[in-house]
């Protein structure tokens, strides 16, 4: 049978930043660096962690390997996002997004954001 | 300068292996290989690496390419599936290969699944080969008690990575 995209929610921080970066077809390092980047450096990936990662999201068919223009002495994989990995990125996206939008009244009500950490 | 070291670190204390070899870099002797108990350091009293192992026994070149980009130095593997790399220790401060517990938890589940395999193909030899014994003699005590120590070196290796697997887990 195969998994909806609802299957794979939560997503973990990194699996989240990893659909994230592949907005843009990249291999694993060009993830990491990019994770670092739009995370605003909050988010470091080590290499194990991203390699686990990937080989679990390209069984899960939510990312793929691109096939195309690849330079043969090039040892590195590229990756992009699957119709069902954009769809599992969404839906975390929206689920996310419910999650703030149903806390802000509460969290304005109890002193706002400014006191938290 | 080249000096050479014997240790015994059980598979389940892989961390204090990394501590150790970090260690021993932050003193100028930087692991190069490890053979028959045996760990080999070359000296430079100019550098310092922090070491990392991974295990992994489905890698590719990719993988190693993987951490080559991210300034990780492949230094050998061993029964190719303890990979051990290093990074020079002041790229950026105190680094890591797993970056959640997550994934740790999964790298020593791996390494349980292995172990779990050698230990149970121990079991079965050793049960074929019991039944063919004659069990008495002074050599048969000695076999059974070799035999009989090392599959409790096992149970005890199996519990303290199932129990490190709970603690990673639980950080979740």
Redesign the interface.
């Known amino acids: 049978m195969t998994k909806k995209a609802s299957d794979f929610l939560p997503l ?3 699996t989240y930043y990893i659909l994230l970066s592949l907005r843009e077809i990249r ?3 060009a993830i ?1 660096q990019d994770v670092e980047e739009i995370s605003h450096g909050e ?11 990937l ?1 679990k999201l390209e069984k899960q068919r939510i990312i793929t390997i691109t096939t195309g223009e690849i330079d043969i002495n090039d ?3 590229y990756y992009e996002l699957t119709e069902l990995g954009i769809d599992v990125l969404k839906m975390e996206y929206r689920r996310l997004s419910s999650l703030i939008e149903n806390a802000k009244e509460f969290i304005n009500h109890l002193g706002g954001e400014k006191n938290g950490h | 300068m080249a000096i050479k070291k014997f240790r015994f670190f059980l598979a389940s204390n892989i961390e204090k292996e990394e501590a150790w070899l970090t260690e021993m870099s932050q003193n100028g002797y930087h692991f190069t290989k490890y053979k028959y108990g045996f760990y080999y350091f070359e000296q430079d009293a100019a550098v310092s690496y922090v070491y990392q192992t991974d295990f992994r026994q489905d890698t590719d070149e990719v993988y190693f390419q993987l951490y080559k980009d991210a300034g990780w130095q492949h230094m050998m593997s061993y029964l190719e599936s303890f990979h051990y790399f290093r990074t020079e220790a002041d790229k950026s401060g105190f680094k890591k290969i797993y970056s959640d517990p997550e994934s740790v938890a999964e790298s020593l589940q791996r390494m349980m699944n292995m172990y779990v395999a050698i230990f149970l193909s121990l079991i079965a030899i050793q049960s074929g080969l019991f039944l063919m014994w004659d069990n008495s003699g002074l050599v048969s005590i000695i076999s059974s008690t070799i035999v009989f120590s090392v599959i409790l070196l096992y149970v005890f290796l199996l519990f303290s990575i199932k129990r490190k697997i709970n603690y990673y887990r639980k950080q979740i």
Do not use: D, E, I
């Open positions: 973990s921080q990194a291999h694993g390092y990491m988010v470091t990936m080590g290499p194990g962690t991203l390699y686990g990662a080989g040892r590195r994989k």
